[in-house]
């Protein structure tokens, strides 16, 4: 069985940074592209970040130079540093796991960047 648990969110002041991980369960991780989906209220979800299994990255325009995505295939873990966060960032941060059509989807962490 699939299990992807996300952790690291909360609440943030803009200009700090928070680090959310996602420790993966149940597949052999080093083969899937994992990744990063965000969805804030009244809006569709879009894909923060991914990475392959090859370690190449991709980034949406609107994080690019302030979000690194990094895995650790001996640990099953994939995390996400986020710096210079805004307000615009605030949305509940979902973890994927794919390695064909469909991904397999962790429970969310809620992000919330607030002065």
């Known amino acids: 069985q699939v299990q992807l648990v996300e952790s690291g969110g909360g609440l943030v002041q803009p200009g700090g940074s928070l680090r959310l991980s996602c420790a993966a369960s149940?597949?052999?991780?080093?083969?899937?592209?994992m990744g990063w989906y965000r969805q804030a209220p009244g809006k569709q979800r879009e894909l923060v970040a991914s990475?392959?299994?090859?370690?190449?990255?991709n980034y949406a325009d609107s994080v690019k130079g302030r979000f690194t995505i990094s895995r650790d295939n001996a640990k099953n873990t994939v995390y996400l540093q986020m710096m210079s966060l805004k307000p615009e960032d605030t949305a509940v941060y979902y973890c994927?796991?794919?390695?064909?059509?469909?991904?397999?989807w962790g429970q969310g962490t809620q992000v919330t960047v607030s002065s």
């Open positions: 994927y796991a794919r390695l064909g059509i469909n991904p397999n």
């Open positions: 990475i392959i299994s090859s370690g190449s990255t």
């Open positions: 149940g597949i052999a991780f080093s083969l899937y592209a």
